[in-house]
């Protein structure tokens, strides 16, 4: 018989024989799939970071901020302000003027609602001019937007979901002056907490003569070099452009990294744990095995055969538990909202995190049945036969 | 004791298979180490926060918001009240703009020092006070740039001088470590006089004054007193300790206790399973010697605790071993993640858990063997 033809007909009688051993089966697979499982859920934390970020961001939209800047760290003049309203390439408005959006960015205390802890959440001031049509992604769910010059603010569905006193007609002390709520809204579908207000009334509150950055819309995407250009040919002004994208990356950037760290981290761990859980049940296996391996053995079947269908019993068992491990974290954990150092997000479970648990899964597989298979292939056919 | 013998020749049946079962407890209390120590070790780091250390900021928000360095005079003179100094932070990037340092500026009065969390070698806290161009480096900062004492080191600001460039030097004249883990880790310290002199904009402004109260249990009426002389004024403040600021920027690890919970569930259930069916597949070839084991007069009883005593051998074997694992790597892993610790309770902890499992574990094997009848099993038939 070909090598093939005995593998594939000892690999039928593996699995026809998988019921008897119902209980080293079901380790592999309940192993595999806890392993998988915590990978994808960890790495899952990672995945939703970088989309929370990266929502909403456009190629169209750059950010300006001080020069080296990080974070709200960034001071942009108010007398420089002109200049870069008029800085080439961006966007003309309907009424004409360059959608530029300056904002002023302070933090403010909230309260949670269930466990009553302080966080830290931006009130963003934003210069009113473009103001919709420089920020599309921005939707009111209820009541209205604040007007220019008033003590108004709006409040993002995420704070009013977490926060206590975001409620419409809700009055919060800021600054010497009573600010009430008078609207909700949303932001693509970010988690993120955040309030906006006026940004004329908001610096007057905070003595402030400077805005925070400014976020401008391009004409397309090409004009972001002319921009930077224009921009480095004044340095006086210490400010620098940065893609959206790339300014909210780099935001997150550390957190990610170790996110990720701690998903790859825990999960190759519980892989070795599931990699030994595999090497011992597939060893009682062979061993269960020994004379109907000796008697295949002994009527001409190939040691290299017989190792190979081990190995390959090995990785089809680790794959129910990669499926398994898979749905479970996307059942238990997607869209799970968490918020690491004050930064809220929903777990996701993508497409590409199931094939890294699929591959996992295949690696403890391969691995786990390798001994296991050497084993097999050496059982010597005279003594396994005499055994009782 | 006379049973010890029996145990472990019970467990060396077959070795690969014991070998097996303790690698895998080992890599599951090791990993339950890590995560516990992770959740304890982040609770013990909010505890060991300084509670005498009092940082008063504008009420208006947290240190983003300057407030006049003409508050530090009142402020001294609140009663329990030890040494006041006034901090301004920003931040720095040196030679390239993904190299930031975060800069820190302080007053290098008498007894400054007392007022922060950093431990300066007294000769390096002479040199800061001498120069104003001084500046302290964190060890950290300075073995990752190469930097050394007396070196001129250029940085760039986001604040402007006099003439209008934003480039600023300092000298170094010695290297300090801070004990806090809400403190940044690539932090230098400069002179405030120097820097806010230099400076084109907002002179006159701090980011907020840190406070050393004389007797840590007057810690919460000084900061009351702090804010209250400032009430209704232009500047109101908000003082508190860093344990208070400690306890809410950790307060955000809780949300992780979920996903903590269940990775260890994961690992225990994943632990279970394999070590039953391992058990279970061990008394069934076992069958004959525990029929001879019964025959020659050990009780039903007798044969359960045997069988129990040699789960809880491995595991409580691959448990020390696990945990002993998980105290070595914290280590390392605090490099990266702060506030990592182990204390004694997650040891206790992880035995005590240990033991639970070793039990829960071995209770259907040893009720296999312990049922076993001998006739039957001396007759070659498996346990049923």
New interface residues.
């Given amino acids: 018989m070909s090598f093939s033809r005995q593998f594939l007909s000892l690999l039928r009688l593996s699995l026809s024989g998988m019921g008897a051993r119902l209980?080293?089966v079901?380790?592999i697979i309940?192993?595999v799939?806890?392993?998988v499982?915590?990978l994808v859920?960890?790495l899952a934390?990672g995945s939703g970071a970088r989309r929370e970020v990266l929502a909403g961001a456009r190629d169209d939209r750059i950010v300006v901020v001080?020069?080296?800047?990080?974070g709200?760290?960034?001071?942009i003049?108010r007398d420089a302000a002109e200049t870069v309203r008029d800085l080439p390439g961006i966007k003309k408005g309907s009424d004409g003027k360059p959608l530029v959006v300056f904002q002023s960015?302070?933090?403010?205390?909230a309260h949670r609602r269930v466990?009553g802890?302080?966080?830290?959440f931006p009130?963003v001031g934003v210069t009113a001019a473009p103001f919709t049509e420089a920020l599309p992604e921005l939707r009111l769910t209820q009541g209205r937007t604040f007007r220019p010059g008033l003590y108004e603010l709006i409040a993002s569905d995420p704070c009013v979901r977490q926060y206590t006193g975001f409620g419409i007609g809700d009055k919060r002390a800021?600054?010497?002056a009573d600010w009430t709520i008078v609207g909700h809204f949303v932001q693509g579908d970010t988690q993120q907490c955040a309030v906006l207000a006026d940004a004329e009334i908001l610096m007057s509150?905070?003595h402030s003569n400077t805005y925070t950055r400014a976020t401008a819309t391009l004409r397309s995407p090409a004009d972001y070099a002319i921009l930077q250009r224009a921009l480095d040919a004044n340095p006086?002004l210490?400010l620098e452009v940065r893609h959206e994208r790339d300014d909210r990356e780099e935001g997150i950037r550390q957190l990610n990294a170790?996110l990720d760290?701690?998903a790859y981290?825990?999960g190759s761990?519980?892989a070795?744990?599931?990699t030994?859980?595999a090497?011992?049940?597939l060893?009682?296996i062979v061993d269960?095995r020994r004379r109907e391996i000796a008697t295949l053995r002994a009527i001409g079947f190939g040691s290299g055969a017989v190792a190979t269908a081990i190995l390959c019993e090995s990785i089809l068992l680790a794959l129910p538990g990669a499926l398994l491990g898979v749905l479970l974290a996307r059942a238990?954990?997607h869209r799970m909202a968490?918020?690491?150092?004050?930064f809220s997000f929903l777990l996701d479970v993508t497409p590409a995190l199931a094939v890294i648990g699929v591959v996992w899964a295949l690696a403890m597989g391969l691995i786990g049945g390798l001994l296991p298979a050497l084993r097999a292939a050496r059982v010597p056919v005279t003594t396994a036969l005499r055994a009782? | 004791m006379k049973y010890l013998p029996l145990i472990w020749s019970g467990l060396w049946r077959k070795p690969a298979r014991t070998i097996l079962i303790f690698l895998q407890v080992s890599v599951a209390f090791a990993l339950f180490g890590v995560l516990q120590g992770l959740k304890t070790g982040v609770s013990h780091a909010v505890a060991a926060a300084r509670a005498d250390l009092l940082l008063v900021h504008s009420r208006l928000s947290f240190l983003m918001q300057p407030l006049p360095y003409g508050l530090l005079e009142q402020i001294r003179t609140v009663p329990g009240v030890k040494v006041a100094i006034p901090v301004e932070l920003t931040f720095a990037t040196y030679q390239q703009p993904n190299q930031g340092i975060g800069v820190v500026a302080v007053t290098p009065e008498e007894g400054w020092t007392a007022a922060f969390t950093y431990t300066i070698a007294p000769a390096d806290v002479a040199a800061f006070a001498r120069s104003r161009t001084a500046m302290l480096v964190r060890d950290v900062v300075m073995e990752k740039y190469g930097w050394k004492i007396g070196d001129h080191i250029p940085l760039k600001l986001p604040i402007q001088r006099q003439d209008g460039s934003s480039d600023w030097a300092f000298d170094v004249v010695g290297t300090f470590t801070d004990s806090d883990i809400g403190g940044g880790r690539r932090n230098v310290l400069v002179s405030y006089p120097n820097f806010d002199e230099a400076r084109l904009l907002q002179k006159g402004t701090v980011n907020h004054f840190n406070v050393a109260v004389t007797d840590p249990k007057l810690a919460a009426q000084v900061a009351n007193a702090i804010d209250a002389r400032f009430a209704n004024s232009s500047h109101e403040t908000k003082t508190e300790s860093l344990r208070e600021l400690a306890q809410s920027s950790m307060q955000a690890i809780g949300d992780f206790d979920f996903l903590i919970r269940a990775v260890v569930g994961a690992v225990l259930v994943a632990l279970l399973f394999a070590t039953t069916t391992m058990m279970v597949q061990s008394i069934h070839e076992r069958t004959p010697e525990l029929a001879v084991v019964k025959t020659v007069g050990f009780t039903d009883r007798a044969v359960f605790l045997l069988i129990l005593a040699e789960a809880l051998a491995v595991f409580l074997a691959g448990a020390v071993c696990g945990l002993l694992l998980a105290s070595v790597a914290l280590p390392v892993a605090a490099r990266f993640v702060l506030g990592l610790s182990m204390p004694g309770i997650v040891v206790v902890l992880g035995l005590a858990l240990g033991t639970l499992v070793a039990l829960v574990s071995a209770a259907i094997p040893a009720a296999l063997a312990a049922r076993l009848k001998v006739v039957t099993a001396l007759g070659g038939h498996r346990a049923a």
């Avoid at chain 1, 001080?66 to 990080?70: F, I, K, Y």
């Avoid at chain 1, 709200?72 to 001071?75: A, G, R, T, V």
């Avoid at chain 1, 968490?338 to 004050?342: A, E, I, N, Q, R």
């Fill in positions: 209980g080293a079901l380790t309940v192993g799939t806890c392993a499982g915590v859920a960890m934390m001080s020069h080296g800047a990080s709200i760290q960034s001071n003049p960015v302070v933090l403010i205390e466990t802890t302080r966080i830290f009130l800021i600054g010497g509150t905070f006086a210490h170790l760290f701690a981290f825990v761990i519980m070795i744990g599931a030994l859980g090497v011992n049940s060893y009682s269960s238990l954990f968490v918020s690491p150092f004050g009782t």
